[in-house]
Structure formats: C-alpha cells, structure tokens
C-alpha cells in the first residue's frame, strides 16, 4: 500500500515549482493547465484516504482562514457584479480554487507539514539559484522564452534568469532559481526566514536563506537583512555583545571600503554591476536611485488612485493608463475598500504579536509588510499559502522573545 502522506508531500512541493512564479508551467506551455492537473491529482490523493472525512483540527484557525478567504471572494465578486468588471471575477474564482487547493493538502498533510514543504521549496529554489550564479556564465541556456511584458528568461538547467551583465567576455545573471525573477525569490526568502526564526528556529536553514538571498543580489534582502541584523542587535543580545557586534562590522566596512579601492578583480566588478551601480542615486526626477524601478509606477498609479478614491476605476481602465508592480496598482483599480480586504490577515498577525507581546518579531513581520508596497503578492498562491502559515505559527501561544537571548 502506497504511502498518501509522503506521496501528498512531494506532490505539494512540486506542484509549486510550475504555479506562479514557479516558471516550470510556462517552460511547459501553461501554467494554470498544471495547476488542474495538481488539483486532481490531491482530489484523487484525498479520495483514496482510509478516512476521507473533513479534517477538522485547529478549528479556530481554520474558522480565521474561511473568513480570510471568503471576505476576498465576496469583495470581487461584488466589484465584478457591480462595475461589471470581469477581472474581478476571475480573480475571486482563482482565490475560490486556491482555498480549496489548500483544503485538500491541508487535510492530506496538516498545516505544519505544509510549511515545511514550502520552506523546502524556497531553500531549494535559493540553493540552485546560488549555484547557478557561478556555473552560467561558462554555459549557454538551453532554453529562452519571450514573457507576456517582453522580457527575455533563460533557462540554464537549474536556475532561470532575466537579468544578465557582460563583464569582459563573461556574462553573470541575477539568478532565480526556477521563480520568475530573482525579486520574487528574496520576497519568498524573507517571509521563510520570519517563519523559521519565529516558529522552527533551524540554523542550517537561516544560513542557506542569508546566503541564496544575497547572492540573488535583490536590494530589498539586502536591506531586509541589514535592518534585520540591526534589530536582533538591539533586542537579542547583551550590552557587551552589542559592543562586540558593532565592532566587528565597522571594522568589516572599513576592511571592505579599503579591499574595493585598490581591487580590480571580476569579484569588483561584479559587486559593482549588481549591487553600487544600481545603488546610485539617479538624476531621474522620478526615481531615487539607478535600481529603483517602482518609484515611478507609484507616481503615475497614485494619479489614478487620488481621482478615484473609493471604488477606483476597475481593470480595463487600469490596464489602459495604470503602471501596476506596486502597492497603489490595488487602490487604483479597486478603491480605498480593497485595503481592508487585502491587509485583512496581516492584521489579524499583528494583533496576535501585540498580544503575545513578540515585539521583535512584530517589528520584523512590519518589516517584511513595508516590501510589499514594491510587491504586493495579496492574489499569487504561494504568498496567500505563506500568509495562512504565517497566520497560523503566529496565532500559538509562544515565548516572548528574551531580550538578553543569544537564539
């Protein structure tokens, strides 16, 4: 007899690779088209349990997870019935397949099987991405695909890639794993390293999660992982080792600034290319520095936002004369109501912090909350899936966090 709940598993932590931004489902032709498939298959999974009744554990939370889902379903569909705005629809039937998708693996594996498969996929993910780095410049991809805004991906077997920079004769990517774009796989590496701090505490992966993530060389991680590093100082450690740390990193920087002033090797150039160019401030009115690409799609959606405050101006204007890749995109299409919707279980995160009294991590989660006004994941499977795990590790009951604590 075959094994559900290890076949569950692996099939859960696949059936990620090809929904978005997995990029295996568009390799292959279509991505919803898997999504089908994955979806039967855990309807066939689910059929085949000796006790295929609903599982009901952690009543609570789920009763939290229906309310969740359902206020955006119903949100849509009012916005498609009244502005007529077909958009709205699909996006509700797609949060509908979601929940239900989360349902059956959810009774196949439990909620804290689920995180660990999504941990296992983002690990993995930065793993090959990292590797991939080094290895794509000495090969060509073997495959490349035009995306629907006319951005090129390349497919060098175990990582894809947008973004790419000629160095000499040698090309170095921004590598994504098998995720869309290096952006989205640092977005995913932030939220995993909240939950593994806050929940499963496993240095191995913290490692991996600091290491991929800036080697994706995504501004965001990097200033994530600053800010981070900056509040574990300052609520985790002793007076002394707060000594001891800031020491340690000014003589880093200086150590650093002194190395890239007299250095001339690829390592300079690289560093250069991926991360000081894109840091420097730009002389567009509309941007604040060279790698900022959201300041001005937050300008022209704001336009749009300011005159149609309440109930915005729907999809098909929005895709006419909005920018969209930023938190306004939603106001802007949707009204000021639809904040309340989307921001609906970030909330009720926060009140369990506050009322755990986790202040350090409240200030994380903030943290990670402040990056979505460049990526305002509220609709992608993944993200909803993080947030429902995210919603669940923070609604246990678990120790403050020591202020004095070296963990």
Avoid at 171 to 189: M, Y
Avoid at 245 to 256: D, E, G, K, W
Avoid at 290 to 295: A, K, L, Q, V
Wanted: charged letters at 15%; glycine letters at 6%; hydrophobic letters at 55%.
């Amino acid at each position: 007899m075959f094994n559900i709940k290890k076949i569950s598993y692996i099939l859960f932590i696949l059936s990620l690779f090809f929904i978005y931004p997995g990029e295996v489902g568009s390799f292959l032709g279509s991505r919803n088209g898997i999504f089908v498939i994955f979806f039967i298959l855990f309807i066939i999974l689910f059929m085949c349990k000796k006790d295929n009744s609903i599982y009901i554990k952690n009543r609570n939370f789920l009763y939290i997870i229906f309310i969740v889902f359902i206020a955006k379903i119903l949100f849509f569909i009012f916005y498609s019935f009244i502005f007529i705005d077909v958009e709205s629809a699909n996006i509700a039937i797609k949060i509908l397949f979601i929940l239900i998708f989360f349902l059956l693996v959810y009774n196949l594996l439990g909620i804290e099987k689920i995180i660990n498969g999504v941990i296992y996929f983002v690990v993995i993910n930065l793993i090959l991405a990292s590797i991939g780095l080094f290895i794509a410049p000495f090969i060509d991809p073997i495959q490349t695909i035009i995306t629907y805004d006319g951005r090129v991906i390349n497919n060098y077997i175990v990582t894809y890639s947008k973004a790419g920079y000629m160095l000499g004769n040698i090309t170095f990517i921004r590598p994504s794993g098998f995720l869309d774009e290096p952006g989205q796989l640092a977005f995913l590496a932030m939220h995993i390293h909240f939950i593994n701090n806050y929940f499963f505490k496993k240095r191995i992966v913290n490692r991996i999660i600091i290491i991929g993530g800036i080697l994706t060389t995504s501004l965001s991680f990097i200033m994530y992982l600053i800010v981070f590093s900056i509040l574990s100082i300052l609520f985790r450690v002793s007076i002394m080792n707060k000594i001891y740390f800031s020491s340690i990193f000014i003589l880093f920087t200086v150590i650093s600034i002194i190395w890239y002033q007299n250095s001339d090797s690829y390592i300079k150039i690289g560093v250069e290319k991926l991360l000081v160019d894109r840091l420097t401030l730009s002389s567009d009115k509309d941007k604040m520095f060279e790698g900022d690409n959201r300041s001005e799609l937050i300008l022209g959606d704001m336009k749009i936002f300011a005159n149609n405050s309440l109930w915005g101006v729907g999809n098909d204007e929005f895709k006419e004369h909005g920018y969209g890749s930023n938190i306004i995109k939603w106001g802007a299409t949707y009204g000021s109501i639809v904040y309340i919707i989307l921001f609906l279980p970030f909330l009720i995160v926060i009140l369990n912090l506050l009322k755990n009294k986790n202040f350090f991590y409240l200030l994380n989660f903030l943290l990670i909350l402040l990056f979505y006004i460049q990526r305002p994941s509220f609709t992608t499977p993944i993200y909803l899936i993080m947030a429902i795990a995210i919603l669940y590790i923070t609604s246990r009951k678990v120790k403050s966090v020591n202020k004095y604590s070296n963990n």
